[in-house]
Nanobody, 127 residues
């Protein structure tokens, strides 16, 4: 069982930056895929970024490549999402997710591939 708690959301103007944090309740290093998802009102939840907590290259949705960076602090069991050059279309509730099962690359950003979820943190970007 893993509890996940997100923080760091807020309101920002377009072009601004935010850093989201996700604190995990247990040691996740080299054991879990850790991911960020988001859901805008009236839209499906979509995967944003994922990283394997061992050695692994991060994987990003095309919509955030070059603007968002996923990273982890394995000592503090914390996952981060640094978001830069934010756009109004980035407005959504952002969720942290974790899962220990191996998955192929085309499942990395699939909502159904993750067992553990946080409660979310709201990001609002104004134009």
């Amino acid at each position: 069982q893993v509890q996940l708690v997100e923080s760091g959301g807020g309101s920002v103007q377009a072009g601004g930056s935010l850093r989201l944090s996700c604190a995990a309740s247990r040691y996740t290093y080299n054991r879990y895929y850790m991911a960020w998802f988001r859901q805008a009102p009236g839209k499906k939840r979509e995967g944003v970024a994922v990283v394997w907590t061992g050695a692994g290259r991060p994987y990003y949705a095309d919509s955030v490549k070059g603007r968002f960076t996923i990273s982890q602090d394995n000592v503090m069991n914390t996952l981060y999402l640094q978001m830069s050059n934010l756009k109004p279309e980035d407005t959504a509730m952002y969720y942290c997710a974790a899962d220990s099962s191996w998955k192929p690359a085309n499942w990395y950003l699939s909502e159904s591939a993750y067992k553990y979820w946080g409660q979310g943190t709201q990001v609002t970007v104004s134009s």
